[in-house]
């Protein structure tokens, strides 16, 4: 069965007790490429994913695989590869034994576990250790081996680079972008913003439960930032709250704001601010989009 997108989701949505965690949130992810799913702690990117793959059932809408819902999807493990949370390892098996009777489940032979050991870059001897006395790195090297190990075409990784030294995050930046170089779709979920701005093609932003923006890396950055700086910064900034224009404090003084520089213009004249600058932000990239665009939703004490 062909499909324009690897992954499709539709309209979908998830209420709680009453409350809409995901509500009707839309994306595709193209063939051959790596989206990066970003948002603040309680925005709903978990519980996207965990219906993307069956582990909840939406309210509403639709998630498909390669054109399939997950739980449709023959041996899924040979199609899709999964890392939601690499914590959840039984504590006192090795890590071969786990990559082990994930091939057996999947009808792989049992070399297929020592080749992705290798691969993610676990030793002999620490693929024979109990999981439990690995450190976070090491369990999501493990977690990345076990979504490897069907050979699939399609990713869907939750914070895989979490927990992993500069060098564990290059490999793993190596990995996704060989990944989807040799045709495979890779959605990502992750805090690490840089990473993300490296390796992704487009990016979807989600905030409160609702998708705030999406489309092509190139094409959300370009707009993401006018400079400017005024008489009267306070003044300006309460000027653009006013009219909800969404920015962000600029470390040299001014803003970097999220709107047209002839937008900004008219705001200041209307207060009556004069502008010494006002120009686009060579510097703005994904942190200050990210900001810009969830700074009503961020909250730090609350897990998506």
């Known amino acids: 069965m062909t499909t324009t997108a690897a992954i499709r989701v539709a309209d979908l949505s998830k209420d709680y007790r009453g409350t809409r965690a995901v509500d009707s949130v839309s994306f595709d992810v193209p063939h051959g490429s790596i989206t990066g799913f970003l948002g603040p702690n309680g925005a709903g990117k978990s519980t996207t994913l965990r219906m993307l793959v069956g582990l909840t059932e939406p309210t509403g809408g639709s998630a498909t695989v390669l054109g399939r ?29 786990i990559l082990r009777l994930g091939a057996m489940m999947m009808g792989l032979p049992d070399r297929r576990a020592e080749e992705m050991i290798e691969k993610v870059g676990l030793s002999k001897a620490e693929s024979r250790r109990r999981t439990g006395t690995y450190s976070l790195g090491m369990r999501q090297r493990l977690g990345v081996a076990h979504a490897l190990l069907g050979d699939p075409k399609v990713l869907i990784l939750d914070e895989p680079a979490n927990g992993l030294d500069p060098a564990g995050i ?56 006018v400079y400017v700086r005024s008489t009267d910064d306070e003044g300006l900034a ?14 040299d003084g001014g803003f970097t704001v999220g709107a047209e520089a002839e937008h900004i213009a008219n705001i200041a004249a209307a207060a009556g601010i004069t502008l010494r600058e006002l120009r686009a932000d060579d510097e703005a990239g994904l942190e200050q989009l990210f900001l810009r665009l969830t700074a009503d939703d961020a909250r730090e004490d609350v897990k998506s």
């Open 238 to 251: 309460a000027g653009m709250r006013a009219v909800g224009v969404g920015f962000t404090d600029h470390p």
């Open 170 to 225: 290059h490999w793993m930046r190596t990995l996704l972008k060989e990944f989807a170089d040799d045709g495979g779709s890779v959605l990502l979920s992750s805090h690490l913003l840089h990473e993300i701005e490296v390796v992704a093609d487009d990016l979807v932003v989600i905030g409160r439960g609702r998708i705030v923006a999406r489309g092509s890396k190139n094409d959300l950055l370009a707009g993401s930032g």
């Open 69 to 97: 819902r997950y739980t449709e999807l023959l041996n899924p493990g040979r199609r899709v590869g999964v890392l939601l949370d690499a914590s959840a390892q039984h504590s006192g098996r090795t890590g071969l034994e």
